[in-house]
């Protein structure tokens, strides 16, 4: 059986990827960006998992994917709601101008 891509490129891309969000995490101010790139990251991570697997012929690396993916859908729907209830209550969704820690 041929392989057409090596398992070094699956990993460079997915390096590249977590890379891509953890600038974007650490960049920007805005709250739905930062969401998504967390999100990058999670997938970057994905991608990393799934090509392991597929390399060492094993379903277990897929098999834990699957529940990282189902653990993002549900923080996606609570961090959806948590931006939302932000935006409504300080009308804002920029990290800078929300501080609700502060008396």
């Known amino acids: 059986m041929l392989q057409s891509i090596p398992l070094e490129y699956y990993l460079i891309i997915?390096?590249?990827?977590?890379?891509?969000?953890s600038i974007g995490v650490i960049t920007r101010r805005?709250?739905?960006?930062?969401f998504m790139s967390i999100e990058l990251m999670l997938n970057a991570v994905n991608l990393t998992l799934v090509s392991f697997s597929s390399f060492l012929g094993d379903v277990s690396g897929q098999i834990f994917v699957f529940f990282v993916m189902s653990v993002a859908a549900?923080?996606?729907?609570?961090?959806?709601?948590?931006?939302?209830?932000?935006?409504?209550?300080?009308?804002?969704?920029y990290v800078d101008e929300v501080n609700l820690l502060k008396w």
């Open 74 to 93: 549900a923080e996606a729907a609570i961090g959806l709601a948590i931006i939302l209830a932000l935006f409504r209550s300080k009308q804002t969704i």
């Open 30 to 34: 805005n709250a739905i960006i930062i």
């Open 14 to 21: 997915s390096a590249v990827i977590f890379i891509i969000g």
